[in-house]
């Protein structure tokens, strides 16, 4: 339990710069679905789908192989050193290429005469792919507040910048027709105010982050560099087909929907996805704390038993959000504008998927530790044939209704493979009746929010708010150890 405690702790700082720093985001969507409209917004739904699969390539598991090597090798620093420079120099290569073929880049993807919008888009991939290795640095050294106040520096100078370009300037210059603003804005923000404000953010990370990367030899040692890449080349088609499984759908929508509402449907889908926001930002924080957890509790002799503790909460801390989220979606609906609204339905089967898809970062301890990195590659390509075949089955019938099915079944067939294959070569002994159980009970609880609805939404919140609370107590009653835990909490308290 003390490791476990050690693990929440770890969780809980990469929270504060993942969870506080997300949800401070989040409050942009609101903002974004208020002054753009659904075929603006689709604009910042594709281009960031692209980002997210492009980020993968540039950082090609380097982070990964970084964690390994520096706890096998006794020269941790030159780990590190090989790391960063070979990131430093594929990222500047790939800037030289695509910033000189940004006009073509444009017109492939409809967006002639909007070439900034690319250059903005190249730059912030640079800057955040040199950011990756430093980051994981500070991960490695456990230096986590450094590593919370950084990434909470990069979304404050976001946030700022985006309120000073959407609402400060546009406002100032219809108020006061100040005619140098009108070179800058217009009455209406244009959606590159959103790229504009990232660029920044990027920026001021990579300086917050040179003391780190100072700290580097500038030296690449090419032998390392193989042995490094040869660990790491199938996390990259694993996390590569990760993020493919993750953003396909937003960018087949706009050719799979017809073309006259393409758009439109893609600005709902992709603002109604960041409702399952919550899961994905706790997901991450776990996985910064969990990876270097992982591989340090590998030399013990009771890691499995470790393994499934881990997995037993981490399950309890995600059905008690899906529960929540689901049982309060009154509440929940209100982030996102009101046009937005019919795509609320695909929020619960996203917000599963997504537990899937913690479930199976969870799994994924048996092929890392074991260096058998080929199979979390196989299993996610595994699940991007899935996603593939089933958006371009489900979206010309059921819309993004499809594509929020197709997003749910390819996450849970990787978790159900990862656990078969994980049994079989590191067995752990994972508590499969508790997930079932918490599963079920998670599900019948949103469907007797949504289907039982008393006549006034003050009635239906406090009967929701029984039923959360109810479940809370059952799982208390489930975990003795839990149990013992939160009563030594309260009794110290």
């Known amino acids: 339990m003390n490791k476990i405690k050690q693990l929440a702790n770890q969780t809980a700082v990469y929270g504060i710069s993942s969870i506080l720093g997300r949800i401070i985001n989040y409050l942009l969507v609101p903002l974004y679905t208020r002054v753009f409209l659904p075929h603006e917004a689709a604009v910042y739904v594709e281009l960031y789908a692209y980002m997210a699969m492009l980020a993968i390539i540039l950082t090609y598991g380097m ?15 030159e780990v590190y050193s090989t790391a960063l420079y070979s990131i430093i120099i594929s990222t500047t290569l790939f800037l030289l290429i695509t910033l000189l073929s940004r006009n073509a ?42 590593f919370a106040l950084i990434r909470l520096a990069n979304i404050g100078v976001n946030v700022v910048s985006n309120l000073v370009l959407i609402l400060l300037l546009p406002w100032l210059y219809s108020t006061y027709q100040i005619e140098w603003l009108g070179n800058i804005t217009g009455i209406k923000p244009e959606v590159s105010a959103i790229f504009i404000s990232n660029l920044l953010a990027s920026a001021a990370t990579v300086v917050l982050l040179m003391p780190t990367i100072a700290g580097a030899r500038p030296r690449l040692n090419i032998r390392l560099w193989k042995k490094m890449f040869r660990y790491a080349w199938p996390l990259v088609i694993f996390g590569l087909a990760g993020v493919v499984n993750e953003t396909i759908d937003r960018i087949l929508l706009k050719y799979l929907l017809p073309p006259d509402t393409a758009m439109h449907d ?51 801390v995600c059905f008690l959000m899906f529960t929540g989220i689901m049982l309060f979606m009154d509440v929940f609906k209100y982030f996102v504008g009101e046009k937005y609204y019919a795509g609320l339905v695909i929020v619960p089967l996203l917000l599963l998927g997504h537990i899937f898809l913690g479930i199976f970062y ?77 599963l079920l009970i998670s599900i019948v609880l949103w469907l007797a929010g949504t289907y039982l609805t008393p006549s006034t939404l003050l009635l239906r919140l406090s009967i929701n708010t029984l039923l959360f609370i109810g479940f809370a107590l059952f799982i208390l009653y489930k975990e003795p150890e839990l149990m013992n835990f939160v009563r030594k909490k309260l009794t110290n308290t």
């Open 266 to 316: 893609l600005g709902i889908y992709g603002m109604c996805f960041k409702i399952s926001v919550f899961i994905v930002i706790f997901i991450q924080a776990f996985r910064y704390a969990a990876e270097p957890f992982f591989f340090k509790e590998a030399k013990e002799k009771n890691a499995p038993e470790t393994y499934a503790m881990v997995m037993n909460y981490f399950i309890i």
């Open 105 to 146: 880049i444009a017109h492939v993807l409809g967006y002639d005469g909007k070439t900034e919008y690319i250059v903005y888009f190249l730059m912030i991939l640079g800057l955040d792919a040199i950011c990756a290795i430093p980051f994981a640095r500070l991960r490695a050294q456990q230096k986590a507040w450094t």
């Open 362 to 438: 969870n799994l994924s301890v048996w092929y890392k530790i074991t260096e058998m990195t080929r199979y979390g590659a196989w299993f996610s390509i595994i699940g991007t044939v899935v996603v593939l075949s089933l958006n371009f089955l489900l979206i010309p019938r059921l819309g993004y209704m499809g594509s929020a099915w197709a997003n749910f079944s390819c996450y849970l067939i990787m978790m159900v493979l990862s656990w078969a294959y994980g049994q079989k070569y590191y067995p752990i002994p994972y508590r499969l009746n508790k997930f079932f159980l918490y």
């Open 63 to 77: 982070e990964t192989a970084f964690f390994r090597y520096s706890e096998k090798s006794d020269k941790p620093n």
